[in-house]
């Protein structure tokens, strides 16, 4: 199994939802990333886990808010989102950070309203 | 720190005709290089790595890159592309070891195959 995949693929919310994404893989992968990426632009890095500690927070605000219940998941959690977060959220792993491995799931297509 | 730079944002080529998409590369440390395929609406598939070894490196998709030191490029190849390579593509650098620092990705190129 060399998936990541990432629910749901589609989520429209509004601004006073709360909502998650999930990611998940088994490939016994301990990195793991979110991206942020808006439409024709490339992937920004959000956070990453490294054996289930956040590791780099790339100064995104707390509206977004990640969690590594174990080593195989990783969710964000969405609160009072503002329609400029609609984007694609991108999920990746690798086995230890290594950018040689990096796998990336299809991906959540996020609509705020 | 390493940065990337794609020098074309937009590249239409007819079907069956050779294509180049450009990306230069700036760091004060070894490298390992990528090149990242994405379709509309779904992730990042990668195509082909340069860790070491041979300067030429072939992937999937009949794509090929050359890694230059001198010239500091990855330039991505492929001799005759069909409609279904139609997608944005990302050059994307890092440290070599990786060591944790995150991939540094291009701009993108929007490449675009004309029947």
């Known amino acids: 199994d060399t998936e990541v995949t990432q629910t749901p693929k589609h989520l429209v919310m509004g601004m006073t939802n709360k909502k998650s994404l999930k990611c998940e893989q088994h490939?016994?992968?301990?990195?793991m990333y979110w991206y942020k990426q808006k439409a024709k632009k490339p992937p920004e890095l959000m956070f990453v886990?490294?054996?289930?500690?956040?590791?780099i927070n790339e100064s995104v605000p707390s509206r977004f808010s990640p969690e590594c219940p174990n080593s195989s998941l990783l969710n964000l959690h969405l609160h009072a989102l503002q329609p400029e977060d609609s984007a694609l959220y991108l999920c990746?792993?690798?086995?230890?950070?290594?950018?040689?491995?990096?796998?990336f799931g299809s991906g959540t297509q996020l609509s705020v309203l | 720190a390493q940065s990337v730079t794609q020098l074309d944002s937009q590249v239409p080529v007819f079907e069956e005709a050779p294509v180049e998409l450009r990306c230069n590369y700036s760091s004060s440390v070894s490298v390992y290089l990528f090149w990242y395929v994405q379709y509309p609406n779904q992730g990042l598939q990668l195509l082909l790595k340069?860790?070491?070894?041979?300067?030429l490196v072939k992937g999937i998709n009949g794509f090929e890159a050359e890694f230059n030191k001198s010239q500091t490029s990855f330039h991505l190849r492929k001799p005759s592309v069909h409609i279904s390579d139609t997608a944005e593509y990302f050059c994307?650098?890092?440290?070599?070891?990786?060591?944790?620092?995150?991939?540094?990705f291009g701009k993108g190129t929007r490449l675009s195959v004309i029947a």
């Open positions: 490939m016994g992968h301990r990195a």
């Open positions: 990746a792993s690798s086995r230890q950070g290594d950018n040689e491995k990096l796998f």
């Open positions: 340069y860790l070491s070894g041979s300067t």
């Open positions: 886990y490294s054996y289930e500690k956040l590791s």
């Open positions: 994307a650098v890092s440290a070599a070891p990786s060591g944790n620092t995150p991939l540094v």
